[in-house]
């Protein structure tokens, strides 16, 4: 490279007039600076870069004396109660609000016994071994539970002559089910279901308890459908 450089430069000075100064140029050879894959020892930006940040900043609020308001001590969020309050409360008395000035005494209805629950109550003391549980397993037992052989279509005038505690039938949301085997385990008592025997319940049942799935419950003693009665 360097020998055709000479003989480019020696024929640019034979073509020169004679006797006129002749300009050479000269050549200077810079080597570019080592690029981050080539090995060469760390610059000064790449130290620093090794160095952690100052944590908080410098420039943070953490830092910074101010008296923004958003930034409050502890003491300056929630003051001690004043020492003349302390020096007149009474250990084991509860103070009054109204008199010491404090908001910080027992609200007076927590002082208050709570009322004795009421003796009349939705519910029935149940016979043991008649508990919601006893009656998922009752139903999962594989017991025949429903008295028929398959599922009916049964009229308002069928439906009504099983209204007795022993055969007792009930219809909810068009479905008719056999009650007889849950009389025992419902939480408001045989009298309360006996209400519902041989007619429609859906009414009563939702003025009562309307949160718990009847199919769910009594789906092991569907005995058919509510159908209108036959035409003569």
Not at 148 to 172: E, Q
Request: proline share 12%; aromatic share 6%.
């Amino acid at each position: 490279m360097a020998s055709y450089l000479r003989s480019w430069f020696a024929s640019g000075i034979s073509e020169a007039e004679p006797g006129s100064p002749v300009s050479i140029p000269t050549l200077n050879l810079v080597s570019p600076p080592p690029s981050d894959d080539e090995d060469g020892s760390a610059t000064e930006t790449e130290q620093d870069d090794d160095i952690p940040p100052a944590f908080p900043s410098l420039q943070s609020a953490q830092r910074m004396k101010s008296s923004n308001p958003l930034f409050l001590t502890d003491s300056q969020k929630m003051p001690p109660p004043p020492l003349p309050h302390l020096a007149q409360r009474t250990p084991g008395v509860a103070s009054n609000p109204t008199t010491s000035g404090s908001s910080l005494a027992v609200p007076p209805t927590t002082t208050k016994r709570p009322p004795k629950p009421s003796k009349k109550s939705g519910k029935v003391a149940l016979a043991p071994g008649r508990s919601p549980l006893d009656w998922a397993s009752l139903k999962s037992s594989g017991q025949d539970l429903r008295g028929v052989d398959t599922l009916l279509r049964i009229p308002p005038s069928v439906l009504k002559k099983h209204n007795k505690r022993d055969d007792a039938w009930s219809s909810f949301h068009g479905k008719v089910y056999n009650i007889t085997p849950y009389m025992e385990y419902h939480p408001g008592g045989e009298r309360d279901l006996l209400r519902v025997a041989g007619r429609d319940g859906t009414k009563l049942f939702a003025s009562t308890h309307a949160w718990v799935n009847v199919d769910f419950m009594l789906d092991a003693c569907l005995v058919g459908f509510l159908v209108a009665e036959p035409s003569s």
